[in-house]
């Protein structure tokens, strides 16, 4: 396909078929944990019953990389917005915290996890040869629009006694705006490759996953799914806990505005830079930037709550560079036909990151204050990308040779 075609129509409905969706999954994910406040539960709660939903996306990752390269990735993108669609109604019959809370943000998570790596499969199939990377941080950049507005349109809906009516009419008003995102995405056609006919065999995925494994850019993976549980699991509560109330001016709102306008503008003025400097370069940088960020939350208390236009500037600039190119080498190693095995791996990274952060690091933030959590997940991203550095000497030096 020619560099031309890849901001076609498909792609442009797609992208903004994805900030419609990342709009509504904000807006519902990011006031998740207030939803889990007004039940009862504390910042460990929160924790447990994120990472416990993210298993569900996890064990069905598999077979969800599979069903997208049997049947394509437009179908199943379809069916991910049934399956949260599902997930956001369910909450109007949850009234404690039992086991069916947990359902519900299962729901959520599945149907996200499909959403994602059903756009990341298809995107990846649009991008020609060496405008992988451009294209994915492409489709991120949706993302972020969708981070910027999201969170504010749910405090919007809720007031600072946050009824259970005005929850009611949270999920309910994304669930109608859903229709938005599925209108843009029917207007999309399958792509050239898809559908195929791969095998819905989970030992067929581990075999994929084991022949074109992508080496320690899966611990990057990871790490970064580790880093997101602060935006979108614990951020809300901490604003909430350390009474940062703000000036007429919610500092959620604040903290995802600049974490993701940012980091939108980042991704829109150097999207191709991954490809021309450097895609290993370029996400070590995003993990150092992203573990300062993590370390600026230090700043943050009541009497200074403005300083979390720190973190946030930092995070999203951790986030803008980190992701679009970490999930583009991890793709690199898995052919066009097994690409959706692919993304279905690379999400298991970033749910991996997720289960362990939040259940872990909200034991850690319940027991041991914030700052604590802040700072240990600021180390993990260090040592992490340490790692990958060394892993990356090889790679650096063939590359100096053929250059020579």
């Not at 507005?149 to 809906?157: H, R, S």
């Not at 951020?235 to 909430?240: E, G, H, I």
Request: glycine share 12%; hydrophobic share 50%; proline share 4%.
């Amino acid at each position: 396909m020619s560099s031309e075609r890849l901001y076609g129509r498909n792609f442009n409905c797609a992208f903004l078929s994805q900030i419609g969706f990342a709009l509504v999954n904000t807006a519902l994910l990011a006031h998740y944990p207030r939803w889990i406040a007004h039940h009862g539960g504390e910042v460990d709660v929160a924790g447990w019953i994120t990472g416990t939903a993210t298993i569900a996306g996890l064990v069905l990752r598999p077979w969800i990389g599979q069903w997208i390269d049997r049947f394509g990735a437009r179908t199943i993108w379809l069916c991910g917005y049934a399956i949260f669609a599902v997930g956001a109604l369910s909450n109007l019959w949850i009234h404690d915290l039992g086991p069916a809370i947990y359902l519900c943000r299962g729901l959520l998570v599945v149907g996200s996890a499909v959403i994602f790596s059903s756009s990341l499969t298809y995107v990846t199939h649009l991008a020609p040869p060496g405008r992988k990377a451009e294209a994915i941080g492409t489709l991120g950049a949706a993302a972020f629009l969708g981070i910027v507005f999201g969170p504010f349109l749910g405090e919007m809906v809720l007031s600072a006694e946050r009824t259970r009516e005005e929850f009611e009419t949270l999920f309910v008003g994304g669930v109608v705006l859903l229709m938005l995102p599925v209108s843009m995405l029917m207007l999309v056609r399958p792509a050239d490759s898809e559908p195929g006919h791969g095998s819905t065999r989970l030992i067929e995925f581990l075999k994929t996953s084991r022949r074109h494994w992508p080496g320690t850019v899966a611990l990057m993976q990871i790490t970064f799914g580790l880093c997101m549980t602060v935006p979108f699991v614990f951020l809300t509560k901490f604003v909430d806990d350390t009474g940062l109330a703000g000036d007429g001016f919610s500092r959620v709102s604040l903290f995802y505005m600049c974490y993701a306008g940012w980091g939108l503008t980042l991704r829109i003025v150097f999207r191709r830079t991954p490809d021309r400097l450097g895609r290993r370069k370029v996400l070590l940088t995003g993990a150092v930037i992203m573990s300062l960020g993590m370390s600026s939350f230090l700043l943050v208390d009541p009497d200074r709550s403005h300083l979390i236009i720190i973190p946030a500037v930092l995070c999203g600039t951790g986030h803008s560079l980190m992701y679009h190119t970490c999930t583009s080498l991890f793709l690199d190693s898995f052919p066009a036909d097994v690409r959706g095995a692919g993304s279905g791996l690379s999400m298991v990274g970033l749910d991996v990151g997720l289960i362990g952060g939040a259940q872990v690091f909200g034991e850690v933030a319940h027991r041991y204050g914030y700052n604590q959590m802040f700072l240990a997940i600021a180390g993990i991203t260090l040592i992490s990308a340490s790692i990958y550095t060394f892993s990356s000497i090889p790679v650096w030096r063939a590359r100096r040779r053929e250059s020579a």
